[in-house]
């Protein structure tokens, strides 16, 4: 869950696969997030009180769950050293409640247990992500996130995904410092781009299209936060580590959201202590985003940011 993540065919000419996934109903969630805002911290309350609380003004199950989620997003801290340790029993409601900390597990529990007590069916799966680029095409990774499912109905098409943890914010790369920052991205997101950032360990979780295996899954470059806002589609290179030829002409492609206004492109090229910060001349044509650029010769991290959000990020190796 670090900064990159903000609340992630051949080498370079891949096209990621797309589909209709059904999404839940556009809504303006407006009055729903400031009359939670202003409700504060709910101090010494129980998990059912305040689930009463924070749902009572709503009878659209859409609407109580979204004043859940923002209402963990406000009051919920991660917990950087929790995390780094592993141990999960501080994870249960009551206690992220006492503490108001919590990994990603603690806080998909006490969303499905809040969401439970306002009469809303939420499962939690356990998965995959990718916090660094290093992680690119790992062989072996172990279980690393929770996220939640909720479910309006029978058919997998009124199941939506939300990430608690990455909705409340993000940490730095070392896990260290947790920076508190709403991202709503992360309440019933897109399955499409939600796929490319979580890989479940159940195979019965793919919500829309999603990578075939875990395998798959790691050889993906790392997706951004940005890619909901400016409507990610496609992506060229399609694998997360790309090898080019020093001096030669990389090409680079994404398909936007074709009423994106993209004012600027932006390499971020190195690790965080010695980046490179390089905009770059581009076009967008009728969505399509496009640019070349030569590497020297090196293995980096490369992020590609666009309007100054982060989009996507790739391992490459120039040489």
């Known amino acids: 869950m670090i900064r990159f993540l903000r609340q992630v065919a051949c080498i370079l000419f891949f096209s990621a696969v797309t589909g209709a996934m059904a999404q839940a109903p556009q809504k303006d969630f407006r009055a729903v997030d400031e009359f939670v805002k202003k409700l504060g911290t709910l101090d010494s309350l129980n998990m059912g009180t305040i689930s009463g609380i924070v749902t009572k ?11 859940i989620f923002d209402w963990i ?4 801290s991660f917990d950087c050293k ?35 007590a306002a009469n809303i069916r939420c499962l939690i799966p ?12 790992e062989s072996q990774p172990e279980l690393n996130h929770t996220w939640a499912v909720v479910q ?13 943890a990455w909705g409340s914010g993000y940490t730095d790369a070392d896990m260290k410092v947790f920076t508190r920052s709403f991202n709503d991205a992360y309440f019933f997101a897109n399955k499409q781009i939600f796929n490319w950032q979580h890989y479940p360990d159940n195979e019965g979780w793919k919500l829309g299209p999603a990578s075939k295996n875990l395998k798959d899954f790691y050889a993906l470059p790392l997706i951004g936060g940005a890619a909901y806002e400016l409507g990610l589609q496609k992506f060229s290179p399609g694998y997360g580590s790309v090898k080019v030829t020093t001096g030669q002409a990389a090409s ?28 770059i001349p581009f076009t967008f044509d009728k969505g399509i985003l496009s640019f070349n650029h030569k590497f020297e010769d090196g293995d980096y991290p490369v992020l590609v940011e666009v309007n100054g959000k982060e989009l996507v990020a790739y391992s490459v190796e120039s040489e």
């Open 57 to 67: 003004p709503f009878s659209d199950k859409t609407e109580k769950a979204r004043a």
């Open 73 to 76: 997003a406000y009051n919920i």
């Open 82 to 116: 929790l995390a780094r340790t592993g141990n999960s029993q501080k994870d249960a409601s009551t206690i992220v409640l006492q503490t108001r900390m919590a990994t990603a597990s603690g806080y998909a529990a006490l969303f499905q247990d809040m969401c439970s």
């Open 126 to 137: 356990d998965g995959y992500v990718k916090l660094k680029t290093g992680q690119i095409g």
């Open 152 to 164: 309006l109905g029978q058919s997998p098409e009124e199941w939506f995904y939300v990430d608690p």
């Open 252 to 279: 680079f492609s994404f398909t936007l959201d074709a009423k994106t206004v993209v004012e600027k492109v932006s390499l971020r090229i190195g690790e965080p202590k010695k980046q490179k910060l390089k905009d």
